[in-house]
């Protein structure tokens, strides 16, 4: 794990006390903040995003399994598939907030 110098912005190692490049003193405070709580978010965030493409994907298997049944055309099948990606897209953005 990696942490940046806030004061010119070297890559340091995560329990640096000193930047080996400037010599900023490196804060126990911006470590915890920067460091930490970003990854515990972030993990979370990848955990829920994951979920629901499970549920999703799940949905659209169910879906395609219903369209393969109802013997649609083509295009048809391209058109639904194509409105599913929207969604896709749109859940992945509001999840990034
Ligand atoms: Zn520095």
Do not use: W, Y
Request: glycine share 8%; charged share 35%.
């Amino acid at each position: 794990m990696f942490m940046f110098c806030p004061k010119c912005g070297s890559k340091l190692k995560a329990d640096a006390l000193f930047c080996g490049e400037c010599g900023e003193e490196i804060r126990e405070i911006e470590r915890t903040n920067s460091g930490e709580q970003n990854v515990k978010n972030s993990i979370e965030e990848k955990n829920k995003l994951e979920e629901t493409n499970i549920l999703l994907f799940k949905q659209i298997k169910d879906l395609e399994e219903r369209i393969v049944s109802l013997e649609c055309k083509q295009d048809k099948l391209v058109k639904i598939i194509g409105t599913i990606g929207e969604i896709l897209g749109s859940v992945e953005s509001s999840l990034s907030c």
